[in-house]
Nanobody, 118 residues
Framework: QVQLVESGGGLVQAGGSLRLSCAASGRTFSGYAMGWFRQAPGKEREFVARIRWIDGIMSYSDFVKGRFTISRDYAKNTLYLQMNSLKPEDTAVYYC???????????WGQGTQVTVSS
C-alpha cells in the first residue's frame, strides 16, 4: 500500500521560503509521477507541480513558475517542494500525491499547512 507523509509546513512571512518534504513508501515508484497540490480555505484543490519519478521531468502551474521547485531524491523515495518568494495567497494545505502511469492521482498524503503572513 502506498503511503505518503508530508512535512515541512509552517508559518512564514511574505517573501520567505519553506521546503516541503514527502516521504513515499509501499512500492517502487519508477512508473509513477509525484506531485504537489494545495487547497486554500473555501477553494478547490489545485495543481501546483509534478515530477516524473524515473526521469525527473517537471511541470508547474503558472502561478508558481519561477518561485517553486519540485525535486525528488530517487534513493530516499522522497519528494520535495522548495517554495521561495512566498505570498499570502500561497497560504493553503499542501498535499503530496502519486499518479501511476496515466491514471488519476490515486494516492494522497494527509497534507501540511503553509501559512504566509503579510
Amino acid at each position: 500500500q502506498v503511503q505518503l507523509v508530508e512535512s515541512g509546513g509552517g508559518l512564514v512571512q511574505a517573501g520567505g521560503s519553506l521546503r516541503l518534504s514527502c516521504a513515499a513508501s509501499g512500492r517502487t515508484f519508477s512508473g509513477y509521477a509525484m506531485g504537489w497540490f494545495r487547497q486554500a480555505p473555501g477553494k478547490e484543490r489545485e495543481f501546483v507541480a509534478r515530477i516524473r519519478w524515473i526521469d525527473g521531468i517537471m511541470s508547474y502551474s503558472d502561478f508558481v513558475k519561477g518561485r517553486f521547485t519540485i525535486s525528488r531524491d530517487y534513493a530516499k523515495n522522497t519528494l520535495y517542494l522548495q517554495m521561495n518568494s512566498l505570498k499570502p495567497e500561497d497560504t493553503a494545505v499542501y498535499y503530496c500525491a502519486a499518479q501511476e502511469g496515466s491514471r488519476s492521482w490515486g494516492y494522497w498524503g494527509q497534507g501540511t499547512q503553509v501559512t504566509v503572513s503579510s
